[in-house]
């Protein structure tokens, strides 16, 4: 891109917290240059903060919400530009106001919170901002640890507080650490004297409520397995050869608990009791408390439904468009296993020029970029669909893929197109026009058929921009040399 120092050195928080089991040589080398990289550029040691904007390259940013930050996903490109430039772009989503209920019961987690919210409410705040709210007495029975869990956005109240000032006091025990410089009690007064804060009478898109004092400790991963095994006479399903499961109980009390009712023992059959590691941990020591860390899942978000012209599912995510989200492939090698995972005869029905339609939150789940530029390696230009996965949409955006939302066009397709015959892939024999000019399109639905228009949203002048640019890379280039001009 041409840029030799970061724009501004204040705006970055660097942590080395991802895939910090692997010790190979490689991914070690990776954060010495992280490292080399941080000292060079004078990145100082820096904390996500309450009441600031935290954006970051990892579709789990919004975990910063639990310390009262507005965290939220860019990606590597976008990322980039803000080093380079210090500028971004956002769209600004609906928010959505969520208030609890009730006290946590003992032994219920955030996991089982968010469990619970994704259950009741998992098309109800689809691409919003959530904000929580509560009595003190109900946000008290919320920990800080379970509110990461959570995420999204917890307001700045008492609870944070005595977390904040513990932290303080803990960071002047070690005078060998600068933290002690950097979270202290006078920047906690100065932030709890004009706490950020909704303004009275703010809008918001919609109002939901969970009782918390309702919910009840949820263990998924084995009974997912239990369930299998009463669909194969009894007979518990194996982990894969090669794939190692990791077990991690919350405390020995829960593991306790998990043997009683025979989850553990599950888990252990389902990985041949060879290939199980227990706890995760960054190369220190193995002991009873790492043993028993917190368990990792990374689990896929599914689409509600997706169907198209060219696509016709039920369950999509980025990880169908590009399988695996190599590091290292070429164009041609995207382009030929480009939604191979959905549909191994994608690539044989879709022509170049086509437009893709699908249906609703089509993109959701990682942050990569290659689901975009698997697309693009496919030469499809523009893709349609009743929503998109806001961070799809980002990256369309910057690299290039146009898109449409249009649910009129996806609920005159369903209705014309039924899934009985099971085509996964279809070619309708329809065209779309847009004139992006009026912020129109028009639809013709066959040769014979319906002919509409339909208003869509404007497209944003510096969005336009960014494509006029031919994507982001090359509108940071351009910021750069205006710079140095």
């Known amino acids: 891109m041409g840029a030799t120092r970061v724009k501004d050195p204040r705006q970055l928080v660097f942590a ?41 390259s990892d579709s789990h940013s919004n975990m910063y919400g639990g310390v009262s930050s507005l965290g939220t996903a860019v990606v590597r490109t976008d990322a980039a530009s803000i080093w380079a430039t210090g500028k971004s772009w956002y769209q600004v989503p609906p928010v959505a106001h969520l208030t609890f209920t009730g006290t946590l019961p003992p032994g219920v987690t955030g996991k089982d919170v968010i469990v619970a919210l994704c259950g009741l409410f998992k098309s109800d705040v689809l691409n919003h901002a959530v904000e929580f709210k509560g009595s003190d007495e109900t946000l008290a029975s919320i920990s800080v640890d379970n509110r990461l869990t959570i995420s999204n956005i ?37 932030l709890y004297a004009d706490p950020v804060q909704a303004d009275p009478g703010a809008y918001y898109a919609k109002k939901l ?20 095994a009463k669909a194969n006479g009894g007979k518990i399903p194996k982990i894969a050869e090669g794939v190692k499961l990791y077990i991690a109980a919350a405390s020995v009390r829960e593991q306790k608990i998990a043997e009683d009712e025979g ?26 408390e790492s043993k028993l860390g917190n368990v990792l899942e990374q689990l896929e ?18 990880t169908k468009i590009l399988p695996g989200f190599p590091e290292k ?29 699908s249906g609703f939150n089509f993109g959701c789940g990682s942050s990569r970029e290659q689901a975009v530029t698997a697309i693009l390696a496919k030469k499809i230009p523009l893709v349609v669909a009743g929503s998109f996965g806001n961070i799809f949409s980002r990256n369309s955006i910057n690299n290039v893929l146009l898109g449409l939302e249009i649910p009129r066009l996806i609920e005159r397709l369903r209705a014309m197109f039924t899934s009985s015959d099971k085509l996964p892939t279809r070619r309708t024999g329809w065209t779309l026009t847009w004139d992006v000019a009026r912020g129109v399109v028009k639809v ?23 494509v006029a640019k031919g994507g982001l890379e090359n509108w940071i280039k351009h910021e750069i040399m205006k710079t140095e001009a």
């Open 444 to 466: 013709q639905e066959g040769e014979n058929g319906d002919h509409w228009e339909e208003k869509v949203g404007e497209f944003a002048e510096n969005l336009q921009e960014i």
């Open 301 to 318: 978000s599914l689409i509600d439904r997706v169907e198209s012209s060219v696509v016709d599912d039920t369950s999509k995510t980025t």
């Open 154 to 190: 917890f307001p700045i109240d008492r609870t944070l507080e005595h977390w904040l000032r513990y932290k303080a006091t803990e960071a002047t025990m070690f005078k060998n650490r600068t933290t002690q410089e950097r979270w202290t009690h006078e920047k906690i007064d100065k």
């Open 263 to 288: 989850s553990w023992q599950t888990l252990l059959e389902a990985a041949n009791y060879s290939g199980v590691d227990f706890g995760y941990g960054t190369g220190s020591p193995v002991t009873t």
């Open 209 to 228: 409520y969970l009782n918390l004092s309702t919910l009840s400790p949820y263990v998924s991963a084995a009974k997912v397995f239990q369930d299998a």
């Open 16 to 56: 080395l917290d991802h895939d910090v089991q692997d010790k190979s040589e490689s991914n070690l080398k990776k954060y010495e240059q992280i490292e080399a990289f941080a000292k060079k550029q004078k990145v100082e040691k820096l904390f996500v903060w309450p009441g600031k904007l935290c954006v970051a």
């Open 329 to 357: 492939i070429s164009e041609e090698g995207m382009a030929s296993v480009c939604m191979s995972n959905y549909d191994p005869d994608f690539g044989i029905v879709v022509k170049p020029n086509d437009i893709l339609v």
